[in-house]
């Protein structure tokens, strides 16, 4: 698995547009991005997944520059209860593997 | 669609006793994790399921931890005699095969071993 290094924590405010970029220098060629959203006291929750260029759907965006050693996770106009730690993984798919976690951003939204 | 549930939400018990924790997954998931996070750490897997056969139990700690999953469908982990070490929130998580990391994760048993 390709190693992922992510910000510890970052704090915003309500109704701002969030991005968290995530690092990972020795991604494979066949290797997708997975990002999944924790909130507190749940199990995680993935919210999106991509391989190159851009990905959307109602929760996020995930975009991927061209030499995909990086990925950034685009919330937008957050509110408080996007409050969560958000974790970046890199992995082949498909694949029915167990989730390496790492340390994960949280990500604090202030009012 | 129902999602994953994990009986019970929380779990007291003294050093040296048994708990049993369940899982039903997600109905026709053949995949089934277990995963862990003791204080301050990060989440940690335990072991695979495929269908009733363990795919990987590399991260079951010792032998005081037995999985099963008998017929396929839910699945329960025991700890005994549970150590005050195995105090933490234990996820479990389902997916239908061929869905790297889109797994769907439970609310978690929180165990407190005193």
């Known amino acids: 698995l390709a190693k992922t290094t992510q910000p510890i924590s970052m704090d915003s405010y309500e109704g701002q547009e969030v991005n968290i970029t995530c690092s990972h220098n020795?991604?494979?060629?066949?290797?997708?991005i997975t990002w999944y959203q924790q909130f507190p006291s749940q199990g995680p929750r993935f919210i999106i997944q991509?391989?190159?260029t851009k990905v959307t759907n109602e929760v996020a965006s995930l975009f991927i520059p061209a030499d995909r050693k990086s990925s950034t996770l685009s919330l937008p106009r957050v509110s408080l209860s996007d409050t969560a730690v958000y974790y970046c993984l890199v992995g082949v798919r498909p694949r029915d593997d167990k989730i390496i976690f790492g340390k994960g951003t949280r990500l604090h939204i202030l009012p | 669609e129902a999602g994953v549930t994990q009986f019970p939400s929380h779990s007291v018990i003294e050093k040296g006793q048994t708990v049993t924790l369940r899982c039903d997954p997600i109905?026709?998931?053949?995949?089934l994790y277990w995963y862990r996070r003791v204080m301050g750490k990060e989440i940690k897997f335990l072991l695979h399921f495929v269908k009733e056969s363990k795919q990987d139990e590399s991260g079951m700690p010792n032998n005081r931890f037995l999985a099963e999953r008998t017929g396929g469908t839910y699945s329960t982990l025991k700890v005994q005699p549970a150590e005050l070490e195995d105090s933490g929130v234990y996820f479990c998580a389902s997916s239908q095969p061929g869905t790297t990391y889109e797994q769907y994760f439970g609310p978690g048993t929180r165990l407190t071993v005193t």
């Open positions: 109905s026709g998931h053949d995949n």
């Open positions: 991509g391989y190159k």
């Open positions: 020795n991604i494979a060629t066949n290797d997708y």
